[in-house]
């Protein structure tokens, strides 16, 4: 599990932060001032990946988070079978089953090659790329 660290409060909208072991892309962030005897404190609100589970966290500004490290890699579809495709990475050549997300469905076939990420020990398809 390849990660980074980061201060909460440098965290922006869009990146990809850690929330209970999954991986998560912020959606909403809020710091409020510092008080006379506090921090700030930052309110982050993000999506998981994998799952697509909404999180939330509330933290002091100073603490650091950690941030996935994402491989994108391109891949070959060998075989279909309903949701779950064989593919083999162009670069390794490992083949492996993967879930094809709905909206990608209706173009995943044999013979075409995929985006996918590899984020914490999982992989998720992102992109069918047109020739």
């Avoid at 939330?56 to 075989?79: F, N, Y």
């Amino acid at each position: 599990m390849a990660t980074r660290l980061i201060a909460a409060t440098a965290i922006q909208e869009g990146r990809y932060i850690i929330l209970d072991e999954t991986a998560c892309k912020v959606t909403g962030i809020q710091i409020s001032r510092p008080g006379k005897h506090g921090h700030a404190k930052v309110r982050i609100t993000a999506v998981g990946i994998i799952d697509g589970k909404k999180r939330e966290t509330v933290m002091p500004g100073h603490d650091m988070m950690q941030t996935p490290v994402i491989d994108k890699k391109t891949a070959q579809v060998l075989s279909v079978h309903g949701n779950i495709a064989n593919i083999m990475d162009a670069a390794t050549y490992e083949t492996f089953d993967m879930e094809i997300p709905k909206e990608l469905k209706a173009d995943c076939v044999s013979g075409c090659n995929v985006l996918y990420w590899s984020i914490m020990d999982s992989k998720v398809m992102k992109q069918v790329k047109s020739e």
